[in-house]
């Protein structure tokens, strides 16, 4: 059992969404940042798909009723529990009775708890991600709030006995971290600026030659407006070459949009399933991480990838991800 004894800015259940029904009005959803999703899922001898916790820019505070095994991932919100730091990126087990709790931002802005098991929340959809607009997943569909009471599914084996064979050799402290992580090579570089992959958008050649050009050679800022549904973002005005009208048609994760008065917006996990905006960019899939770590005010960059190049960055980033599967349990096992 854990509890919520201070509910944060935004902390909300998050898998890795429900695709497959925006045929239906219901949006795909999910995690801003799927991979330090996955990350802290498999640090906490997870599987990718498990539920955690989603929390921006102000942390929950958390209590645990029972020891457990968590792996914290994403963003570096000061984690620290008894007022002492908690690592992230590797496996920590904590005492029945710890309270994790959460400070100043230091990099990135989203920050991700996983539970071994997983948080237990009823399915909607395949999903237990919490989309609040339709008030569906997680806690009763909303952000998570002072008192809620959350349940860890069956961790593995191999999670439960790691975490208490820490747990005895952590004496009088409130919990004991790995002595190994993930390699710095797996660890993201946040910042106040970024470097964006983004492929040409289905209506690039739309606008003019000059919108074309600034896209890839300017540099935007990230609007305080911007949310989980998509970032606006502030920099030249982009412009249409003419007039033109555009049917509404399905819409991705990435997709750049740029409403009439010039500003892109660049859509993210809880983004409208059609849109009717011309769309100048398509971001890369294994950038949207990166994205979704940028607090209001930060400025980023786009380069021009092909489709082939963003598809091999993306099954490159699988292949990491299945390997550091494999040297986790065999780091559990004690190989």
């Known amino acids: ?34 991979y330090s999703h996955r990350v802290a899922n498999l640090l906490a001898g997870n599987s990718e798909t498990c539920a955690t916790i989603e929390a921006a820019l102000a942390g929950p505070s958390i209590r645990f009723e029972m020891d457990s095994l968590i792996a914290l991932a994403g963003g570096d919100l000061s984690p620290g529990i008894d007022g002492e730091p908690v690592p992230m990126w590797r496996p920590v087990a904590v005492k029945a ?17 996983a539970v071994a098991g997983g948080i237990d929340v009823p399915e909607v959809m395949g999903s237990r991600s919490t989309y609040t607009k339709a008030r569906i997943g997680g806690v009763e569909g909303r952000c998570l709030k002072k008192g809620d009471m959350l349940q860890a599914g069956k961790p593995s084996i191999l999670a439960k006995h ?42 690039h050649r739309w606008f003019d030659e000059e919108s074309r050009s600034l896209f890839f050679s300017g540099t935007f800022t990230v609007s305080s407006e ?28 990435g997709a750049v949009q740029v409403p009439s008065g010039g500003s892109p917006i660049l859509l993210m996990a809880d983004r ?17 991480p990166l994205v979704a770590q940028l607090q209001p005010g930060a400025q980023l960059r786009f380069k021009e990838v092909s489709v082939d190049e963003a598809q091999q960055l993306l099954i490159q980033r699988k292949k990491r991800l299945a390997e550091l599967k494999l040297a986790v349990e065999l780091k559990m096992k004690g190989v």
């Not at 009775?97 to 708890?113: D, H, M, Q």
């Not at 549904?229 to 994760?253: F, I, N, Q």
């Not at 409208?272 to 949207?288: E, F, M, N, R």
């Open 272 to 288: 409208q399933t059609t849109g009717g905006y011309p769309k100048i960019g398509q971001a890369a899939s294994v950038d949207l």
């Open 1 to 34: 059992m854990l509890i919520i004894e201070k509910s944060g800015l935004q902390t909300s259940v998050q898998d890795l969404g429900r695709p497959g029904f925006q045929q239906y009005g219901v949006v795909a959803g999910g995690a801003m940042d799927p």
């Open 97 to 113: 009775g710890a309270v994790l709790t959460f400070g100043k931002p230091v990099s990135g802005c989203r920050v991700y708890i």
């Open 162 to 203: 790691w975490a208490a064979t820490a747990l005895s050799k952590a004496g009088e402290r409130q919990f004991c971290a790995a002595d190994w992580s993930v390699s710095d090579e797996l660890v993201p570089r946040y910042g106040n600026q970024a470097e964006i992959r983004m492929m040409k958008g289905p209506q």
């Open 226 to 253: 911007s949310d989980r549904m998509g970032y606006r973002l502030k920099g030249d005005a982009l412009r249409l070459s003419e007039p033109r009208e555009l049917l509404s048609e399905g819409v991705v994760a």
